[in-house]
């Protein structure tokens, strides 16, 4: 389908023989290491509004620019898919908040849906009283349960109207909007919300959104839009740390920051300095490209020399890189009380060493090939391949860095195929455990890693593949009318690491594994025959009256035929 896919299969044959010569193994990284987190280690899930929420048009909510782009049903999501209903999330608060109680996490991490609390996206226009009650009541009874919110403003849904009349993030008109947005809800959540993330991966919500266009609003504007976006987008996230500095925060005392999504890069030849570049490129162009003006002031020079030559190249007489000035730069260095880091997944890089014809882009001012090991584990999504090491080496990158920043990791999970109705994922299991002892090696190497959040409390709506890849706790069986949720094996053997804030000793590390299998085999068997329990439910309620009734009505009929004959 896309011409990535091709490539990866290229990537993979490349790669068989050049991984055997150059690596073999990574000793300190094979060990397991047994021990616990720093006392007070906020483990969580996380979700997103669109994704989970449904009831896209119920109680005044506007549209976002995910509802046109689902709507316009040109072959955009897989299977023509949209989250109008989803897990229908809207109506299952209680029910949910439920399961983060059964798997005792500290904290759930959720997005604020922008045109559900702003139908147009402009707070002067109309603030929506019911958007503001339905979030309210999620953070007091998440409270009631002891369990702290962390909220992000802004999870892609933008609010169409803002899209249509500005053209969205190409605007800055909408740095205003987003500070007003973000003000409303500092005041209407901020006595009780002290953890805010103000956008979520903003990158790739860029990328797809304005470069590729597989995402909302799907604009194609190669090599420009997604620079001048991401432009507004920090530019945006600094003025609303400010505006929380100076107003809200000696009143609420919460923290501010932003989360940003990367996989790891690892040089292919480690012994060949182009590798070295590449991967360095690699990284920048991912975390440093927002990190580096939110930590140094400014975009990271390798940016700024790759796109300024490319552009120069292409015939321009400025980069396609929009510049800060010296005042913005001191005014969004040191705008973040914490980094949200996202992490998936690992990629071997190596220079490109093909010129390529293609226009301006971001793919060619990165300049990199990325590579997969094909011994690596993978997973329900294409690009997903579980290599735990990678986590620890990017969560000490971002370390020294950003100069040891305090770290929150805001998404970090497997998915699983959709026709994989599996509750024993074994799987997920492996890889929780793997990338989570990769996260206590990062903080004995001294990350200072304060929270974790798991990604994500259900199967939910994923974007252009729809429903066909679930990356879930619990299982949402999506075909039927009320979504009901089922928990995966994953659900207990996470449970058990929260409690114990760790791995205690091999011994009770191997006996999770074994309870967390015997449990989903019951509720597998309870998945696959639940709706025969409902197909016989539907028999004695509807079926057996019907008949009945019919009987007794036939025999009336009958009977009072008998009567008129007899008289
Ligand atoms: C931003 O929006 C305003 C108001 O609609 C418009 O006049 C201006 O041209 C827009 N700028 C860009 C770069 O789209
Ligand atoms: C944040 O607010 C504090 C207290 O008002 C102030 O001292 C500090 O200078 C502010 N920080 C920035 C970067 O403006
Ligand atoms: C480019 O790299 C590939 C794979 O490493 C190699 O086979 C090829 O010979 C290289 N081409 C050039 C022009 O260096």
Redesign the pocket.
């Known amino acids: 389908m896309k011409p990535v896919r091709v490539v990866t299969l290229w990537w993979m044959l490349l790669l068989v023989p050049r991984l055997g010569a150059t690596r073999k193994g990574f000793p300190e990284e094979a060990s397991f290491y047994y021990g616990t987190f720093p006392p007070g280690f906020s483990w969580g899930v996380g979700s997103s509004a669109y994704q989970t929420e449904g009831a896209w048009d119920q109680d005044g909510k506007g549209p976002s620019i995910w509802d046109a782009f689902t709507h316009s049903r040109k072959g955009k999501v897989l299977g023509d898919e949209t989250a109008d209903v989803a897990c229908d999330g809207y109506y299952k608060v209680q029910e949910d908040i439920a399961l983060l109680r059964e798997l005792h996490v500290s904290h759930y991490q959720f997005s604020l849906s922008w045109p559900r609390l702003l139908p147009t996206g402009v707070r002067a226009d109309q603030v929506n009283g019911k958007g503001v009650k339905f979030y309210s009541d999620i953070i007091d009874t998440l409270l009631k349960s002891n369990i702290t919110p962390m909220v992000t403003l802004h999870y892609w849904d933008l609010p169409q109207l803002l899209q249509v ?3 969205g993030w ?2 800055m ?1 909408l740095i205003n909007y987003f500070s007003d947005y973000a003000n409303l809800c500092f005041e209407a959540f901020g006595d009780r919300v002290k953890h805010w993330i103000t956008f979520s991966d903003p990158r790739a919500m860029v990328e797809k959104g304005y470069e590729t266009g597989h995402h909302a609003p799907g604009l194609k504007l190669h090599g420009m839009g997604l620079y001048k976006a991401a432009h507004h987008i920090i530019k945006a996230h600094a003025q609303v740390w400010h505006s929380y500095n100076t107003t809200w925060r000696s009143r609420q005392q919460g923290l501010v920051g932003i989360s940003l999504n990367c996989d790891w890069g690892e040089p292919l030849d480690i012994r060949n300095p182009k590798d070295i570049e590449a991967a360095e490129r690699y990284l920048q162009f991912c975390l440093g490209w927002f990190a580096n003006p939110i930590y140094a002031g400014d975009y990271p020079q390798v940016m700024k020399d790759s796109i300024g030559r490319k552009s120069a190249e292409q015939g321009l007489e400025t980069s396609r890189l929009p510049v800060f000035t010296v005042q913005e730069k001191s005014y969004i260095r040191g705008t973040s009380d914490f980094l949200g880091l996202g992490h998936f997944t690992t990629r071997y890089i190596t220079e490109r060493n093909y010129s390529s014809r293609q226009g301006p882009s971001y793919q060619n001012d990165r300049d990199v090939v990325e590579l997969v090991d094909p011994h690596w584990p993978d997973l329900g999504s294409k690009w997903l391949y579980s290599v735990p090491w990678g986590f620890r080496r990017l969560l000490n990158f971002a370390q020294t860095q950003y100069v040891n920043p305090p770290m929150y990791v805001t998404e970090n999970g497997a998915s699983q195929k959709s026709d994989c109705t599996q509750l024993c994922d074994q799987w997920r299991i492996q890889y929780l455990k793997g990338y989570i002892n990769e996260m206590l090696k990062a903080i004995k190497d001294g990350a200072n890693i304060k929270g974790y959040t798991s990604w994500s409390l259900l199967d939910k709506f994923e974007w252009e593949k729809g429903y066909s890849e679930r990356y879930g706790f619990y299982y949402v069986d999506f075909k039927r009318r009320h979504k009901p949720r089922y928990p995966k094996a994953s659900v207990q053997y996470y449970k058990k690491i929260i409690i114990a804030n760790g791995f205690p000793s091999p011994r009770e590390v191997e006996s999770w594994h074994l309870e967390a299998l015997e449990i989903c085999s019951i509720n597998n068997y309870m998945l696959a025959t639940e709706p025969l329990l409902s197909h016989m439910q539907m028999v004695t309620e509807t079926v057996v009256p019907t008949v009945c009734a019919l009987c007794i009505l036939t025999a009336a009929v009958l009977l009072v035929l008998l009567l008129r004959r007899w008289s």
């Open positions: 009349k500005y053209g190409q605007n008109s």
